[in-house]
C-alpha cells in the first residue's frame, strides 16, 4: 500500500491526498511535519526534512508536484495525466507556474494573514503580495475562458496544484477583484468530493 507522509493541512501534502482520493488509490497517512516533527531517521525518507514524501514498493519519492505526475502516469493515463504529449505539457506548464509564480506571491498572504500574530503582522508586504496574486490570478482567469477545466472538459494535474492554492485565496478574508471564469472553476472543484474532503474541507492553519 502507498504510504504518504505529511499533515493533511499541508497544501502540499493536500495536492498528493486529493490526487489519491480522485484516482481511487489507497493509502497510508503519516503525520509528519510542522507541530507533529518528524519520525525518527525521516531524513533517509526525504532529505530536506518536508513533506510530503511516498514510498510505494519500495520507491521512495518527495517534491509534491512530482509524486502527482507519478501517480497519475501510475494510475490515471488518460484521465488525470493527458496523453497527448502538448496537452501533457500544458498541464505541466500549470503545474510549474503554480509554484514559481503563484505560491510565491500567494504564501506571504497566507502566512501573514494565518500563521503570523495580528501584532507581529506587516500589513503592508500582506497587501502588496495581495495585489500581485490577484494579477497572477488574472492569468487563469483568461485561460478558464472557455474552459470547465484548466486543460479543457475534464480534471487534470494541471487543476491539482493550483486548486490547493484556490482554497487558500478564496478561504482567507481579503479582497478578491472578480474573475467569473476563475470562481466558475473553483466552484466546480467544490462539487467534487475528493477535493472537499481533501481539501476545502480541512481549515486553515
Not at 510542522?34 to 518536508?50: D, Q
Request: proline share 6%; with cysteine; net charge negative.
Amino acid at each position: 500500500m502507498l504510504k504518504v507522509w505529511g499533515r493533511n493541512n499541508s497544501i502540499n501534502v493536500q495536492k498528493v491526498l486529493w490526487c489519491c482520493r480522485e484516482l481511487g488509490i489507497e493509502y497510508e497517512r503519516v503525520d509528519a511535519g510542522g507541530a507533529h516533527g518528524f519520525p525518527e531517521g525521516y531524513e533517509r525518507i526525504n532529505p530536506n526534512r518536508l513533506v510530503p514524501a511516498i514510498e510505494e514498493d519500495g520507491f521512495v519519492l518527495w517534491e509534491s508536484n512530482a509524486i502527482v505526475r507519478y501517480l497519475a502516469a501510475r494510475y490515471g493515463a488518460g484521465t488525470l495525466w493527458p496523453e497527448d504529449p502538448r496537452a501533457r505539457a500544458s498541464a505541466d506548464r500549470w503545474m510549474d507556474w503554480q509554484a514559481t509564480v503563484l505560491w510565491t506571491h500567494l504564501r506571504p498572504v497566507f502566512w501573514g494573514l494565518v500563521r503570523t500574530p495580528p501584532e507581529e503582522r506587516d500589513a503592508a508586504a500582506i497587501e502588496e503580495a495581495r495585489k500581485k496574486t490577484a494579477g497572477a490570478w488574472a492569468i487563469l482567469e483568461r485561460h478558464l475562458e472557455g474552459r470547465r477545466y484548466v486543460e479543457g472538459e475534464a480534471l487534470t494535474v494541471a487543476d491539482i496544484p493550483l486548486g490547493v492554492s484556490a482554497r487558500r485565496w478564496f478561504g482567507l478574508d481579503i479582497e478578491r477583484p472578480p474573475m467569473p471564469n476563475l470562481e466558475a472553476w473553483y466552484g466546480r472543484l467544490l462539487e467534487r468530493e475528493a477535493f472537499r474532503d481533501c481539501v476545502a474541507g480541512i481549515p486553515l492553519t
